[in-house]
């Protein structure tokens, strides 16, 4: 029986984890967590923000996807989009998921990322 979703990996190319750092732990807020030392021998480097964990992975051959995503609920959305853009982070508002307002962003190295909150 599942009973939670433990992290989503998503994948970079090599070499780019100091590129990666400064967004998911500045522009998003999240913290860096240690890798254990037999993970961390591959590169990659993990993050977390209270129970959403994030890992990028280091991926020889990486493209980005154009459709696969994380979908990070966010409370406080206009905050949180002003936030990413006063890092520079360009957005995307989309509009077609009843009852929620939501954007779209990319992080440096091209993972679109999705963050939305509920509205009632």
């Not at 090599?14 to 591959?42: C, H, Q, S, V, W």
Request: charged content about 20%; glycine content about 10%; hydrophobic content about 40%.
């Amino acid at each position: 029986m599942l009973t939670a979703l433990d992290h989503v990996q998503l994948a970079a190319p090599p070499g780019t984890e100091a590129l990666l750092r400064p967004f998911y732990t500045d522009t998003l807020g999240m913290t860096e967590i240690p890798k254990p030392p037999a993970l961390a021998a591959n590169g990659g480097c993990w993050f977390q923000a209270g129970g959403v964990h994030l890992h990028l992975g280091i991926e020889k051959d990486f493209r980005p996807s154009t459709k696969a995503h994380p979908g990070l609920r966010v409370t406080g959305i206009d905050a949180y989009a002003a936030r990413l853009e006063a890092h520079g982070t360009h957005l995307t508002w989309d509009t077609d998921l009843p009852g929620h307002r939501r954007f779209y962003a990319h992080d440096p190295v091209g993972n679109r990322l999705e963050f939305l909150e509920r509205v009632v």
